[in-house]
């Protein structure tokens, strides 16, 4: 596995999930790339003029946060990033394919509040709509 891709959300999970890619990657001399995915802001109908650019910003700069949250925990210097907005899982997979990546690894549970559940959403729907293998670790 030369091309790792490891989402990260800021949680433990996620957090565990880019140690264990990185683990993965000093076997075979791999590279891996930690991806933050801001899910899209849904806002109610009647909200006038919203300034849809200012969300989007505050939302990147939230995703380089946690981003530099996970850098600072898994103390690597050598990964690349990626900070984008979208459906999570879709972007996710998207991604994976066409950067030619050769595993997705993602943490069983998110920050969400469906992170109660056993398996994350995220991780549950890229594991259904990935063509890459995905690799949840707990």
Known sequence: MKKI????????????????????????KGEVTLIHVAPPTVLPGDVPL???????????ARGAGVLKEVMGAI??????TLNVTGPPA?????????GGYDLVVVGNKGRGAV??????????????ICKKPVMVVR
């Open 5 to 28: 891709l490891a989402a990260v959300d800021g949680s433990a999970a996620s957090v565990h999930a880019a140690k264990k890619a990185l683990e993965l990657a000093s076997y075979s």
């Open 115 to 128: 992170s109660r559940v056993l398996l994350g959403s995220t991780a549950d729907r890229l594991v259904h």
């Open 90 to 98: 879709e972007v996710i997979s998207d991604t994976a394919n066409d």
């Open 50 to 60: 919203t300034p849809m650019v200012d969300l989007r910003e505050a939302e990147l």
């Open 75 to 80: 103390e690597h210097a050598s990964v690349k």
